[in-house]
């Protein structure tokens, strides 16, 4: 596997949408032809190499290629975007959109993550080790098609409306969410290992949900079923079931209607 | 003004008969003359090797107006990755199913379409309809007012009041600067408010004790009593239902007996549109089946009655139209968002996303109804290619379609890659039409056919000398052989295309955003004081505007083109 050093050497004085950082795109690039792969600055289209200074080349494929992202991204959005393969690490912490309509490979991120990371996100593993935004593997505004598959953590909080409208694939924070997970959700799982305040699984469909710690207000749509004993994130644990939300369309299965499953840990 | 000569193309022009001979195309003022009538100073473009034709003529999509935008403002996601920065003389634009006003404006004209109409205006909203227009670059355009729900039609044809249903026409064409009389689910979309709809044409609409059958043939009636340029234009009950044929049917029968009256060359007194969502047998969608032959062979026998397609083109698409209650039906179908609006004493809109998959054996059924009209079809010059845009799929689709309706080949392909291609092909026509269409019928179907069903013949549609100069040259050899999508390839983006004189295209790329105009009627009638008071009370004790408020004054339409009908008697 090919490594690309990019290091932050002239900050954008606006925001840099840079969906070109992407093991796609460097793979089969030599440092030059990456510093010419272009991005936006505001409206002006401009190239990666005018901020970032660049070392090492791309692999033959996104497979064998990995960016490591080094310096202040803060204003930098997309990193990641669309990625199917290969690897990625942010060493710092960048804005929005990061491993948006992620389809494989691994994104990892030391810092935190701002909103609508992962959105639409279809496969890989996405690994966040300080917090994230608002958004998190939710649908694109209007769309909904949210997170279809692949694997998201973080390890600290996550902001409000994460999950929104997904479909698959997993979400795991082991902090405190903010309001609104996994609004019309219609599979999928998203474990919280903290608390959620509120609005849990509001017009919710299908799919899963955990909390280990406590919901301030219960969504009224849910009605307690029984507990039950469920492995999450390897280790087995005790939780009361609840089915929901029952003010919304449920489809049947094998003569069952599906509800959505809300999990609290007992 | 600039002198042109289009030199040495194949040129398909059906109001003169030509069938790709070669000959040159003369422009001067805005208008083709004679080669004789310009002088040598005349720019030549060498159009050698490359088919020639008038410019397109859309004859229903749904391009302006507040159903449109409220499609783009819930649906930001099928924006998405479609933007296009500005270039020198083109503004942004994007979009996919409901582009912004100038990439629909760019998009017709980079496919060689010169004028558009949009299909259905409600009246109250006719002013964003027509700010929508005049920011759409390049393309005429004029829309049509829906009347087949409106309070004062429904009153006045209850009690046969023929003339003032005329004035009232006139009024509302004139207030809402409209071009024809739009006719939407006639009666069932008043119906939807009380939760209800018209699924057949002897359907009571609630409170007015009025059938659908009345109101069609009375329009009919007032429509060829005032010698409007286009007929009655009609989306019919019982859209996309299974089974819908015989409603189909029964609709078209409305037209017998009518002759077309008018000045301008029309000859039918029925425009049916997006004929392919009402063309459906079987009666659930268990046993959905193709019934285009049933409605062609009334069609092709019945010379008073023109249709357009409608055919699905197998994209993720949105849905939307005035017939409130089929848009409800869609959703409770699909479960994806549903916008709804009902427009007080006139009509109504609904919206949903509508993905038409190739995997999904009704989406497949629909598909081969579209274009198995267009060939069934006996006479080109009476049946047009839609997508009824963006309900059956974007009119970005049009090349494709052409493709699959010019190439057996094509459509082979096409049926083969379908998930269930078996019971498609056995609920279906398709697999057993080998016929195809030569670019002379594609002329007529797309050029000469409609703008002769709108009363535009004398301008629009073809290349001889007095029309407009609205011309397009196709990078495509018809002596050469070609693969079908070398078909859909030249007529996504025309060689050059020239809009009343001005090049507005050249090779694919916008260079010009030319001169647009809007068409609208004004049809003049005797006074009519009863029905000038009926408005004037209507709006005092109904609309939630007064009439002040109402009309679309000039200023909305800085460029008019009307076209004047003396009715008075």
């Given at each position: 596997m090919e490594t690309v050093t990019i290091t932050m050497k002239n900050q954008p004085k606006l925001y840099l949408e840079a969906d070109n950082i992407s093991p796609d795109k460097f793979a089969g690039k030599k440092a030059s032809e990456i510093a010419a792969l272009h991005a936006y600055e505001g409206r002006e289209q401009t190239t990666l190499g005018k901020y970032f200074e660049i070392a090492g080349e791309g692999g033959a494929t996104a497979a064998d290629t990995r960016i490591v992202v080094k310096g202040d991204v803060s204003r930098v959005k997309y990193i990641g975007m669309k990625m199917s393969a290969g690897e990625v690490l942010v060493e710092q912490s960048p804005d929005m959109y990061t491993g948006a309509w992620m389809q494989g490979g691994k994104l990892i991120v030391k810092g935190s993550v701002d909103s609508f990371a992962g959105i639409g996100m279809k496969g890989g593993e996405f690994l966040v080790e300080g917090n994230a935004g608002d958004y998190l593997g939710a649908a694109y505004r209007g769309d909904w098609r949210g997170m279809q598959g692949g694997l998201i953590r973080v390890k600290g909080n996550a902001g409000s409306d994460i999950g929104y409208f997904m479909n698959g694939g997993t979400i795991i924070v082991h902090g405190n969410s903010d309001v609104h997970v996994g609004t019309h959700m219609e599979g999928g799982r998203i474990i919280v290992k903290g608390n959620a305040p509120s609005k849990v699984g509001g017009q919710m469909v299908g799919g899963e949900i955990f909390v280990y710690g406590t919901i301030d207000v219960m969504m009224p749509g849910f009605k307690y079923v029984q507990d039950e004993e469920v492995e999450v994130d390897g280790e087995k644990a005790l939780f009361a079931l609840y089915h929901g939300d029952t003010g919304e369309r449920h489809p049947k299965r094998k003569g069952q209607i599906v509800y959505g499953k809300l999990y609290l840990k007992i | 003004m600039a002198e042109y000569i289009i030199k040495n193309g194949f040129v398909f022009d059906p109001t003169q008969g030509i069938k790709g001979d070669k000959a040159d195309i003369a422009v001067k003022d805005g208008k083709i003359v004679k080669s004789t009538e310009v002088s040598s100073k005349a720019k030549t473009i060498d159009a050698s090797g490359k088919t020639v034709m008038a410019g397109a003529v859309e004859i229903h999509a749904h391009i302006a107006g507040p159903k449109v935008n409220e499609g783009r403002n819930y649906r930001p996601e099928d924006k998405l990755f479609t933007y296009r920065p500005k270039s020198a003389s083109s503004r942004m634009a994007g979009g996919f199913s409901i582009p912004t006003t100038f990439k629909t404006g760019y998009e017709y004209a980079r496919m060689g379409y010169t004028t558009a109409m949009e299909a259905a205006m409600p009246p109250l909203y006719a002013r964003h309809v027509h700010e929508e227009i005049k920011d759409t670059p390049i393309i005429d355009e004029g829309a049509y007012p829906v009347f087949g729900n409106n309070w004062f039609v429904l009153e006045y044809l209850k009690n046969k009041e023929i003339e003032n249903t005329c004035a009232y026409i006139s009024w509302l064409l004139e207030a809402s600067k409209g071009y024809a009389v739009k006719v939407v689910n006639p009666g069932g979309t008043e119906a939807w408010g009380w939760g209800l709809n018209c699924l057949t044409i002897d359907d009571p609409v609630p409170y007015f004790d009025i059938t659908p059958r009345e109101i069609v043939t009375g329009l009919i009636e007032a429509n060829e009593a005032l010698g409007l340029p286009h007929s009655v234009h009609i989306h019919q009950n019982?859209?996309?239902?299974?089974?819908n044929y015989t409603v189909t049917l029964d609709t078209l029968k409305l037209a017998e007996g009518f002759k077309a009256k008018n000045k301008f060359g029309r000859e039918q007194v029925l425009h049916s549109t997006h004929l392919q969502f009402h063309s459906y047998g079987g009666d659930s969608w268990a046993n959905f089946e193709s019934k285009s032959k049933e409605v062609m062979d009334y069609v092709n026998k019945q010379k008073n009655i023109t249709v357009d397609t409608g055919c699905v083109t197998l994209d993720e698409t949105t849905t939307m139209t005035a017939d409130g209650p089929f848009e409800h039906h869609l959703t409770e179908l699909n479960h994806l968002k549903w916008a709804n609006v009902d427009v007080e004493l006139e009509t109504a809109a609904g919206i949903v996303p509508y993905i038409y998959s190739p995997d999904i054996k009704v989406c497949e059924i629909q598909w081969a109804i579209g274009l198995e009209l267009a060939l069934m079809a006996k006479d080109p010059m009476r049946c047009f290619i839609t997508t009824d845009h963006p309900n059956a799929g974007p009119f970005t689709r049009y090349p494709r379609i052409i493709k699959w309706l010019m190439s057996a080949e094509a459509r082979k392909k096409q049926i083969e890659s379908f998930k269930h291609s078996a019971k498609m092909v056995e609920a279906t026509h398709i697999a057993g039409i080998d016929r195809e269409l030569s670019l002379y019928e594609i002329a007529q179907m797309t050029r000469a056919g409609p703008a002769k069903s709108l009363g535009l013949s004398h301008q629009y549609g073809g290349l001889a000398p007095g029309m407009d100069a609205d011309i397009v040259v196709y990078d495509f050899n018809p002596e050469k052989p070609h693969k079908p999508e070398d078909i859909e390839k030249a007529f996504s983006a025309a060689a050059y295309v020239m809009k009343t004189g001005v090049p507005v295209v050249i090779n694919g790329e916008i260079v010009s955003n030319g001169n647009k105009r809007t068409l609208w009627v004004k049809a003049k009638v005797n006074e009519n004081p009863q029905v000038m008071r009926d408005i004037r009370d209507k709006f005092l004790r109904y609309y939630s505007v007064t009439q002040a408020n109402y009309d679309v004054s000039s200023h909305f339409v800085p460029n008019p083109h009307v076209i004047e009908v003396d009715a008075t008697h």
């Open positions: - | 019982s859209l996309g239902n299974p089974g």
